[in-house]
């Protein structure tokens, strides 16, 4: 156990106590792999310029609010903005009909716990976080329709959601 000073991107230094031992230079390797990222200031700031600008997107839109504590909802704002935007970015990309990516959008923008937001964010490492999304919710049930479109987004099976979708 060694009280380290880590130089951080951010060009801030802060004091580190890095456990552990030391036989192969374990805690130099570790104080050198912390100093890849801002110092924790430098971070939080940056978390809560994120939220900030999140929370502001969701308002000017007119997202639903999300229900948990403070903190929570502020990361959980983070994860639904990259989420939707990642949603938006293969609905361009693979061609995907207006009516359903609406539907899956609306099917996002649902879920109003914050805690399962977050609780997306983890899931099946072979899923996108949109499949994780809509498979892992247990306040709304989801049908097998939405994993087998959520498993392939490329697959045409718009004509099952909606009758606009064919």
């Given at each position: 156990?060694?009280?380290?000073?880590?130089?951080?991107?951010?060009?801030?230094?802060?004091?580190?106590?890095?456990?552990?031992?030391?036989?192969h230079g374990e805690r130099e390797r570790k104080a050198a792999g912390l100093g890849r990222f801002n110092c924790p200031d430098c971070a939080a700031t940056d978390r809560a310029v994120?939220?900030?600008?999140?929370?502001?997107?969701?308002?000017?839109?007119g997202w639903p609010g999300l229900l948990g504590s403070q903190r929570q909802v502020e990361w959980a704002q983070r994860l639904r903005l990259e989420t939707i935007d990642e949603l938006d970015?293969?609905?361009?990309t693979t061609g995907m009909?207006?009516?359903?990516h609406n539907w899956a959008r609306g099917v996002l923008l649902a879920q109003t716990s914050a805690e399962q937001?977050?609780?997306?964010?983890?899931?099946?490492?072979?899923?996108?976080r949109i499949e994780n999304c809509l498979n892992l919710t247990d306040l709304m049930p989801v049908p097998d329709l939405v994993?087998?479109?959520?498993?392939?987004?490329?697959?045409?099976?718009?004509?099952?959601?909606c009758d606009e979708c064919r």
């Open positions: 156990m060694a009280w380290y000073t880590i130089e951080h991107s951010c060009g801030h230094a802060s004091e580190r106590q890095i456990y552990g031992t030391n036989v994120t939220s900030d600008a999140a929370t502001g997107v969701a308002d000017e839109l970015r293969i609905c361009r009909p207006e009516a359903r937001w977050i609780g997306f964010r983890g899931g099946n490492p072979n899923r996108s994993r087998a479109w959520a498993a392939d987004p490329a697959r045409d099976i718009a004509d099952a959601f």
